[in-house]
C-alpha cells in the first residue's frame, strides 16, 4: 500500500484520509456549535487511530479553539470567560481530592446520570440562566469530569444553553485552548507528547482548518434553536458515551 509519509512512521493515504475527514468533521461541527470535536474524534480516534490519543488530538483542538475565539472575539463577555474558566482550574484540580476518595468509575456515572436528568429537564421547560455562579459550578463540573473522563463539555452545554452562540463560540473557545495547552505541558512534560505526536499534529492541521473555515458561513446561518439543540443533544450523546464505556 502506497505510503503517505515516511517521518517517523509510514502513513498510508487510505488511513490518512479518513483521520483527516475525522479531523475535519469534528472542527466543522465545534466551528457551528461550539462544542463537538473532542466528542466526535476521542471515540473514533481510539478504536481505529490509536496513535492520535491523546497529544495528536489534543494538539489539534487548541488551534481550533484559539480561531473560534478570534472570529467572534468581539462577542466575547469577559465576566463569563472569566467565571467559567476559574471554575474550570478548581474542578481540575478537585477531582484529584475526588479521586482519593471516590472510584473513576464512580463519579463518571453520578455526572452522567445528572448531566442526562439536566438535558431531559431542559427539554420540558427547566431553564438554565448562563448567570456567574451557574457558569462557575458548570465549570468546576466540567474540569472534574473532563480530568476524570476526558468529556468535559456537557456541563457547559447545560450552562450557556441559552446564551448568544456567537458569545458561547468564543467563550468555549477560550475556555478549551486554555485547558489544551496545559494538557499538552503535561503530557509533553512526562514524555507523552514527542516528535511523532507533533507529524501527527502537522498532517492533520490542514484538515482541521478546512473543517473550521467550512464552517463559518453554515455558523451564520444556524439558528440560536438549533445551536441549543445541538448543545443539549451532544450532552446526553457525551453522558450516554461515558456510561457505555463504564458499562462495557
Known amino acids: ?101 471516590f472510584s ?8 452522567a446520570v445528572l448531566i442526562l436528568i439536566a ?9 438554565v440562566q448562563p448567570t456567574t455562579a451557574n457558569l462557575s459550578i458548570a465549570g468546576v463540573a466540567s474540569g472534574i469530569m473532563g480530568t476524570i473522563t476526558a468529556a468535559g463539555g456537557p456541563p457547559f452545554a447545560i450552562a450557556m444553553q441559552h446564551l448568544a452562540p456567537p458569545t458561547m463560540r468564543s467563550t468555549l473557545g477560550v475556555v478549551f485552548f486554555a485547558g489544551t495547552i496545559v494538557s499538552i505541558m ?16 502537522a498532517v492533520l492541521l490542514p484538515w482541521m482548518l478546512v473543517g473550521f473555515f467550512a464552517s463559518n458561513r453554515l455558523a451564520r446561518h444556524v439558528s440560536r434553536t438549533a445551536i441549543r439543540q445541538w448543545l443539549l443533544g451532544t450532552a446526553a450523546v457525551s453522558a450516554c458515551v461515558i456510561l457505555l464505556k463504564i458499562w462495557l
Not at 473513576?104 to 455526572?111: C, D, K, P, Q, V
Not at 438535558?119 to 431553564?127: A, D, E, F, N, P
Open 1 to 101: 500500500m502506497m505510503a503517505w509519509a515516511s517521518f517517523p512512521d509510514p502513513l498510508s493515504a487510505g488511513r490518512y484520509l479518513a483521520m483527516g475527514l475525522m479531523v475535519l468533521t469534528g472542527a466543522a461541527m465545534q466551528g457551528v456549535g461550539g462544542l463537538g470535536y473532542a466528542m466526535f474524534c476521542a471515540p473514533l480516534a481510539a478504536i481505529f487511530f490509536p496513535e492520535l490519543v491523546p497529544g495528536p488530538l489534543l494538539a489539534v483542538g487548541a488551534p481550533l479553539a484559539l480561531l473560534a475565539y478570534l472570529r467572534e472575539r468581539d462577542a466575547l463577555n469577559g465576566h463569563v470567560a472569566a467565571a467559567t474558566l476559574a471554575g474550570r482550574v478548581i474542578g481540575t484540580f478537585a477531582a484529584t481530592g475526588l479521586l482519593v476518595y
Open 104 to 111: 473513576a468509575s464512580a463519579l463518571s456515572i453520578l455526572f
Open 119 to 127: 438535558v431531559t429537564l431542559s427539554t420540558i421547560g427547566w431553564r
Open 186 to 201: 503535561a503530557l509533553a512534560w512526562v514524555g507523552k507528547m514527542g516528535a511523532q505526536e507533533w507529524w501527527y499534529f
